[in-house]
């Protein structure tokens, strides 16, 4: 049986808006709560549009997290939470899993768990997912430091 494909018929044109990504950052302390607010932003109520994606982070990284802006009115500006990195449970190690000593991760280079998605690797700049549902802490690193090998060999 043959999968189903898209006719060649349809149309797969550009789209037709355009959105702008914001990189923020904001004092040491500030939290999720407290950008979620829509008086946060009044001084910057002319900068920020409906549609933008905002890249919160603050100066230590205890917060980062990234928005969309979903309206604007009166000076007040409603946000809709797309990610949030939270250091404290993400951070926190998994349940019946022993400690094993692990190989230093090369720079840029983060392996965080989340309950849902398992063990992850990211990459520190810029913020982004690299792989998800890695079953052991041993088994992300190792992903992670041949992932930095393999992009040294293309970059060389």
């Not at 189903?4 to 550009?14: H, I, Q, W, Y």
């Not at 905002?54 to 997290?65: N, R, V």
């Not at 090369?106 to 965080?112: A, K, Q, R, S, T």
């Amino acid at each position: 049986m043959a999968l189903p494909t898209l006719s060649p018929a349809a149309k797969v044109d550009d789209a037709d808006f355009r959105r702008t990504l914001r990189g923020i950052q904001v004092p040491v302390g500030t939290t999720a709560a407290d950008v979620m607010r829509p008086g946060f932003w009044v001084h910057h109520y002319d900068k920020i549009a409906v549609g933008d994606l905002l890249e919160i982070t603050s100066a230590d990284f205890e917060l980062d997290c990234e928005a969309r802006v979903i309206r604007k009115k009166d000076g007040l500006i409603g946000l809709r939470l797309l990610r949030l990195r939270d250091a404290e449970k993400v951070e926190a190690p998994v349940a019946d899993e022993a400690p094993v000593e692990l190989p230093a991760l090369p720079d840029n280079y983060l392996v965080n768990h989340a309950p849902k998605t398992g063990w992850r690797v990211w990459s520190k700049v810029p913020s982004r997912e690299l792989v998800r549902d890695i079953k052991s802490k041993p088994d992300a690193y190792n992903w992670a430091i041949n992932h930095a090998r393999l992009a040294e060999e293309i970059a060389a």
